[in-house]
Nanobody, 123 residues
Framework: QVQSVESGGGLVQPGKSLTISCSGP????????AYWYRQAQGKQRELVAG???????TYADSVKGRFTVSRDNAKNTVYLQMNSLKPEDTANYYC?????????????????WGQGTQVTVSS
């Protein structure tokens, strides 16, 4: 099953920083938009941040000023830099990438989810 791929999660102390990344599936030509969601244990999945095209970004109020989403078009990778992390940021973080990819001689548009990467903020 084709998926986007997240990486970079882990255990970090409160107040520290962590950057997680999201890459499109194989044969990605361009990531048109990418959104980061998170789901804490016992809670619903929520939108954290996203980037559309090259400049339009969105952030949840709970992370504004602390999280920054960026992209490296050459690597077809989107990053979520998380600063001043709090215990309440602990969750499984998922990437939803809307990509243009190629199969043979044809281009396709796809909507892909990753399997998630766990971020735990604890002392």
């Amino acid at each position: 099953q084709v998926q986007s791929v997240e990486s970079g999660g882990g255990l970090v102390q409160p107040g520290k920083s962590l950057t997680i990344s999201c890459s499109g599936p194989e044969n990605t030509i361009n990531i048109n938009a990418a959104y980061w969601y998170r789901q804490a244990q016992g809670k619903q999945r929520e939108l954290v941040a996203g980037v559309a095209n090259d400049v339009a970004t969105t952030y949840a109020d709970s992370v504004k000023g602390r999280f920054t989403v960026s992209r490296d078009n050459a690597k077809n990778t989107v990053y979520l830099q998380m600063n001043s992390l709090k215990p309440e940021d602990t969750a499984n973080y998922y990437c939803n990438a809307k990509v243009k990819y190629v199969v043979g001689n044809f281009d396709f548009l796809g909507d892909f989810w990753g399997q998630g990467t766990q971020v735990t903020v604890s002392s």
